[in-house]
């Protein structure tokens, strides 16, 4: 079995940007620039065949490239269930496009439809009870955070691994966008 999603990558120059936001909430754990990624679909634990069908349906997506940018920042959970911290994506037309063929793909090969609404994302910081006044400076702090765009020509299919320091994720294949 495989843990996969597939993601676009935040170039590295965008990246580091962010990681000058990374600091400042006490028990979260940041994650590294090359974790640094905007998931289309989670497709989860996935037989070795099942992933080679899904491989052969993802690389069918074909979406032009288009540009991307980031805007603000938020959280999800609430109250004392803060799970993560987050950069926001700027409304894309295409990027919901991409998603779509993503999930259609993951349904062509037999996977359930994602039960949640799509709402992309960079997950900047998990958190282990940060105090709720130190996460809520923070998001204050950080709301007016705006990227310079960039050109998505590329999204790759990830193996997710869980370790003792958080997850690592191996890129397994890239799908040109054309």
Same mark, same amino acid.
Not at 33 to 53: K, M, Q, V, Y
Not at 151 to 163: D, I, K, N, P
């Given at each position: 079995?495989?843990?996969?999603?597939? !993601?676009?990558? @935040?170039?590295?120059?965008?990246?580091?940007?962010?990681?000058?936001?990374?600091?400042?909430? +006490?028990?979260?754990?940041?994650?590294?620039?090359?974790?640094? &990624?905007?998931?289309?679909?989670?497709?989860?634990?996935?037989?070795?065949?099942?992933? !080679?069908?899904?491989?052969?349906?993802?690389?069918?997506?074909? @979406?032009?490239?288009?540009?991307?940018?980031?805007e603000? @920042?938020?959280m999800?959970?609430?109250?004392?269930?803060?799970?993560?911290?987050?950069?926001?994506?700027?409304?894309s037309?295409?990027?919901?496009r991409?998603?779509?063929?993503?999930?259609?793909?993951?349904?062509?090969?037999?996977?359930?439809?994602?039960?949640? @609404? $799509?709402? +992309? &994302?960079?997950?900047?910081?998990?958190?282990?009870?940060? +105090?709720p006044?130190?996460?809520?400076a923070?998001l204050?702090?950080?709301?007016?955070?705006?990227?310079?765009?960039?050109?998505?020509?590329? $999204?790759?299919?990830?193996?997710?691994?869980?370790?003792?320091?958080?997850?690592r $994720?191996?890129?397994?294949?890239? $799908? +040109?966008?054309?």
């Amino acid at each position: 079995m495989i843990r996969l999603f597939a !993601a676009l990558p @935040v170039p590295y120059d965008i990246a580091e940007g962010l990681a000058r936001r990374q600091q400042g909430l +006490p028990r979260a754990r940041w994650r590294p620039l090359e974790a640094l &990624h905007i998931t289309l679909r989670f497709f989860g634990e996935l037989s070795e065949p099942s992933a !080679a069908d899904l491989d052969a349906a993802l690389a069918g997506v074909t @979406v032009p490239p288009f540009d991307l940018s980031l805007e603000g @920042v938020g959280m999800f959970g609430e109250d004392d269930h803060m799970r993560a911290v987050w950069a926001g994506v700027s409304a894309s037309e295409p990027l919901k496009r991409l998603a779509l063929k993503c999930e259609n793909a993951a349904r062509r090969v037999g996977l359930k439809p994602e039960g949640r @609404v $799509y709402r +992309p &994302h960079v997950t900047l910081a998990y958190l282990r009870g940060s +105090p709720p006044d130190r996460i809520a400076a923070w998001l204050q702090g950080h709301n007016l955070l705006q990227s310079p765009a960039w050109r998505a020509t590329e $999204y790759h299919l990830y193996s997710s691994w869980s370790g003792p320091d958080g997850a690592r $994720y191996d890129v397994e294949r890239t $799908y +040109p966008l054309t």
